[in-house]
């Protein structure tokens, strides 16, 4: 795999260490995350950059095991109906296909009438996965979840009409080490 520039300097960074060792994460050991840990990573959240400041996200945190669970299940059940036959079954074979396993879930609202919202959410999202590979924890974002919204508990969540879910972040003590995917290099075009 080629070496990316920066790569070279994660020994002597630590924001570019942590950048360069974030993985999407999808095993999770048995082990709770903290009110006080996740507090950390929504500040960190919180301290992204947004259009106008208008700090659009909003946080809902699901750390109750059978509740994670729960919403797993029923955004399958709900994404199934929008895939190909060969994904569906994956999907509802797998013990927990949309939070695998993770002890904590982050949904990441905003609301309907931002025009930014989607890049505020970005921003504030990478925040929190690298908050949270620096305090030696694991995450994965998960898009699965804009299907949420028909999924029967829905409600359980108590999240206004005006706000899209936009994201979710799932958080945990990582199980395994996965393996970093290759960069594609070519994509810029330096103009002179
Ligand atoms: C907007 C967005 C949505 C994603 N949705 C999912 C998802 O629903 N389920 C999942 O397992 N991974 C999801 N991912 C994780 C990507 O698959 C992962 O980031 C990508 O394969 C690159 O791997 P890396 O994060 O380890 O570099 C999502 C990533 C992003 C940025």
Redesign the pocket.
């Known amino acids: 795999m080629e070496t990316l520039t920066a790569e070279i300097m994660t020994e002597k960074n630590p924001i570019l260490k942590t950048i360069y060792e974030?993985?999407?994460v999808?095993s999770y050991l048995d082990k709770p995350v903290s009110r006080e840990v996740i507090e950390q990573l929504l500040d960190a959240g919180r301290m992204a950059p947004s259009a106008v400041n208008k700090q659009p996200w909003k946080f809902y945190v699901l750390t109750k095991k059978e509740t994670v669970k729960q919403f797993s299940d029923e955004i399958g059940k709900v994404a199934a109906k929008h895939f190909h036959l060969s994904i569906v079954s994956g999907i509802l074979k797998a013990t927990d296909a949309v939070f695998?396993g993770a002890p904590a879930v982050i949904f990441i609202t905003a609301p309907k009438d931002n025009e930014w919202a989607s890049l505020d959410v970005g921003m504030c999202s990478q925040n929190i996965m690298l908050a949270a590979k620096s305090l030696g924890l694991d995450t994965?974002?998960?898009?699965?979840v804009k299907f949420v919204e028909d999924a029967p508990g829905f409600s359980k969540l108590n999240i206004p009409h005006s706000e899209n879910v936009l994201?979710a972040i799932i958080v945990g003590y990582s199980k395994d080490k996965?393996s970093v995917?290759s960069r594609n290099k070519k994509n810029v075009s330096y103009i002179d």
Do not use: E, T, V, Y
């Open positions: 974030r993985r999407a999808r695998h994965c974002p998960i898009g699965m994201l996965p995917h």
